[in-house]
Nanobody, 116 residues
Framework: EVQLQASGGGLVQPGGSLRLACTAS????????MSWFRQAPGTGREWHGR????????????IYEEAMKGRFTISRDNAKNTVYLQMDSLTPEDTAVYYC?????RGQGTQVTVSS
């Protein structure tokens, strides 16, 4: 079964950091570009309401949504079938459910709350 399992979310104070992880199973992870999205509170339940953050290619090259550059870093470990999102200098506006995805499937999301 093709699956993506996200983890690492939680409550963090403004200015803090979190590293999210998304582990894949059931497909050849190493050949697929992987992406992170997020959905802020109150933006609906549809997939198109999610905001794209970043995509990393199989070779490790990455692209970012402009507003995320400098604070968010995507990486992958093909040996562990895992893609990561390092998030620094977090603000309350980063509060959202964070999802990983590829062309085959989407993960279930992990909640990130930034609050003092």
């Amino acid at each position: 079964e093709v699956q993506l399992q996200a983890s690492g979310g939680g409550l963090v104070q403004p200015g803090g950091s979190l590293r999210l992880a998304c582990t894949a199973s059931g497909f050849a992870f190493e050949v697929y570009p992987m992406s992170w999205f997020r959905q802020a509170p109150g933006t609906g339940r549809e997939w198109h309401g999610r905001d794209w953050i970043s995509t990393i290619n199989p070779d490790g090259s990455a692209i970012y949504e402009e507003a995320m550059k400098g604070r968010f870093t995507i990486s992958r470990d093909n040996a562990k079938n895992t893609v990561y999102l390092q998030m620094d200098s977090l603000t309350p506006e980063d509060t959202a459910v964070y999802y990983c995805a590829c062309s085959l499937t989407r993960g279930q999301g992990t909640q990130v709350t930034v609050s003092s």
